[in-house]
């Protein structure tokens, strides 16, 4: 802080306290936010290019490592105690900042910092702006949604308002990977707060939140037969591929949308000689559920159907191995939603729903917490995440930051 003459001092705090009236009672008022973010804007963005000017693929040790530096730079500076978590068996750290506050509702932040872009992409996709989109690697997916929360607590920094009995954020260094490292820290800081907002971008025509989504998991499939020389003796080994092709086809039509369930083959795997017959061939199904009951349904589906074989004396296995838990809205996330829209309303604007989407997100370790209301989807709307030309809308980016500021100040009512 400045020292100078008492009677400048006291006009400044006279004119701080006209616009943002100190203590737990009196919260910032929506016009005085709304102004606020307009203020805010420029830095806000100015931190998304910021943000996705580091390349932080899931996995690249350097670049995460800088940004959780970064991250933790930026919220000890808005008065966060911060601590870093090892995300094993991901690369990278959680970034665990903690304030406290004034009131007695706790309230948790969540946005994920690493992206699907492996490192060199800045150099085909530099960061950049053309008219009102913000494009680069990971720019909405998640780090705009990571710059609209530092920028919400600077605001509510800056107006000297901490009306939450404790706000807690973390930011999670391998979502994109399954959130392995950060899954269970999220599920157990989650079941200590009532409120779980998550930052996850949304699509730019639909300017949404999101109420539900997939959960993950694996379908693997394994088969083991006899290995022989192909030229020699081919009839004296039990060729693995073939059953893994014969099995794959058989279960190339399990999906059930009316059950909530999805199952897709992705990854196949067999032999390593041309002239050996495998005796060894996997493959891997990318496997998608609204709940664990639709889950079970495929199972018990893929396990009739492996049974019929097509190579003699060949051995097939299934197993399913579960990465998120699914995240299904509930009667907490609906006053939530009541509250954005709300909100949004005070803007002049709509704030659509949407129920359901099939990418996985860390609001699912969130609710199997079991405690706190979980909403998701607060940060940047944008288009082509996970794809090349990412990017953000930079005319909601006022609309949203307010969005997320007012979202804090209600849930630490
Ligand atoms: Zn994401």
């Known amino acids: 802080m400045r020292h100078g003459p008492a009677a400048a001092m006291a006009v400044a705090a006279a004119v701080l306290a006209a616009a943002f009236p100190l203590g737990a009672a009196a919260q910032p008022s929506p016009e005085r936010l709304k102004a606020a973010v307009t203020a805010v804007k420029p830095a806000a963005v100015e931190t998304m290019q910021a943000l996705a000017n580091i390349e932080t693929g899931s996995g690249h040790g350097p ?7 970064l991250l933790s730079e930026r919220l000890r500076a808005l008065g966060a105690q911060v601590e870093l978590v090892p995300a094993e068996p991901s690369v990278g750290s959680n970034v665990v900042g ?31 702006i053309e008219g009102n989109r913000l494009y680069g690697p990971g720019v909405g997916d998640s780090k705009g949604g990571i710059a609209l929360m530092l920028h919400a607590l600077q605001i509510l920094k800056d107006a000297g308002w901490n009306g939450w009995g404790r706000l807690t954020v973390v930011f999670n260094p391998d979502e994109e990977i399954g959130s392995r490292g950060s899954g269970p820290l999220i599920q157990k800081l989650a079941a200590e707060h009532d409120t779980v907002l998550s930052f996850e971008p949304t699509l730019a025509i639909r300017d949404s939140v999101l109420t539900g989504a997939s959960g993950t998991a694996n379908g693997v499939l394994e088969v083991k037969g006899r290995a022989a020389h192909a030229g020699v003796e081919p009839a004296a080994g039990r060729n693995a591929l073939v059953e893994l092709a014969h099995q794959i086809v058989q279960l190339s039509d399990l999906s059930m949308p009316e059950r909530g369930v999805s199952m897709h083959w992705t990854v196949g795997q067999a032999g390593d000689k041309r002239n050996v017959i495998p005796d060894a061939a996997s493959a891997t199904a990318d496997i998608r559920m609204v709940d664990m009951a639709g889950l079970k349904t495929l199972e018990d ?17 299934f197993r399913i191995d579960v990465n998120r838990p699914a995240f299904k809205g509930d009667a907490k996330t609906d ?5 954005a829209q ?4 005070e803007i002049g604007r709509d704030l659509n729903v949407v129920g359901s989407t099939g990418g996985g997100t860390d ?27 990412e990017w953000v809308d930079l005319d909601k980016v006022e609309a949203r930051l307010y969005l997320a500021t007012r979202m804090i ?5």
Request: glycine letters at 10%; proline letters at 5%.
């Open 98 to 128: 903690r304030f406290a506050g004034s009131g007695t509702r706790s309230l948790m932040l969540i946005a994920h910092y690493d992206t699907v872009h492996p490192p060199g992409s800045l150099a085909r996709e530099p960061v950049r």
């Open 301 to 317: 589906a893929v396990r009739e159907r492996i049974a019929k074989k097509r190579v003699p004396d060949t051995e097939v296995s």
């Open 335 to 339: 006053v939530l939603v009541a509250r």
């Open 363 to 389: 609001a699912g370790y969130a609710q199997a917490g079991g405690r706190a209301a979980v909403l998701e989807s607060l940060g940047m709307p944008g288009m082509g995440f996970h794809a090349k030309a």
């Open 63 to 69: 670049g995460l490592a800088q940004m959780a530096r």
């Open 409 to 413: 100040v209600e849930a630490s009512r």
């Open 342 to 345: 709300a909100i949004y309303r």
